[in-house]
């Protein structure tokens, strides 16, 4: 009986002796693997930081010149002003001017608010 008790407690603390082993191993690779996965984090948060100033460099608008956009022609507006101060209507000058109706509206109101 008593051969059986200390075979037991052997086969006990064989397996606590190796369960501790085994969780201490586990502990290790957990302890590499967060670390990994730091370092993982700090390079992706640095790659996120660098998206996002080029980011904020795309949406800024370009520097003005002063200067009216291209396709916008001061000699066409102000021959479309002439025209539509003379009584002709904005459908009558999209041929003359290659503007659409709603531009040519938009213009005659501005006049309208400008006078």
């Avoid at 080029?54 to 001061?74: A, E, I, T, Y």
Wanted: glycine fraction near 6%; aromatic fraction near 2%; charged fraction near 20%.
């Amino acid at each position: 009986m008593t051969l059986i008790l200390i075979a037991a407690t052997t086969l006990a603390l064989g397996i606590a002796l190796a369960t501790a082993l085994n969780c201490h191993q586990l502990r290790r690779k957990l302890a590499s693997y967060l670390s990994e996965m730091g370092q993982q984090m700090a390079e992706l948060q640095t790659e996120i930081a660098g998206l996002s100033t080029q980011v904020r460099r795309q949406d800024q608008p370009p520097p003005s010149s002063g200067m009216p956009p291209k396709g916008f022609n001061l000699n066409r507006r102000a021959e479309a002003v002439r025209r539509m101060r003379a009584g002709h209507q904005p459908n009558q000058l999209v041929s003359a001017t290659g503007w659409s109706v709603a531009e040519l509206e938009l213009l005659q109101k501005v006049e309208r608010l400008h006078q």
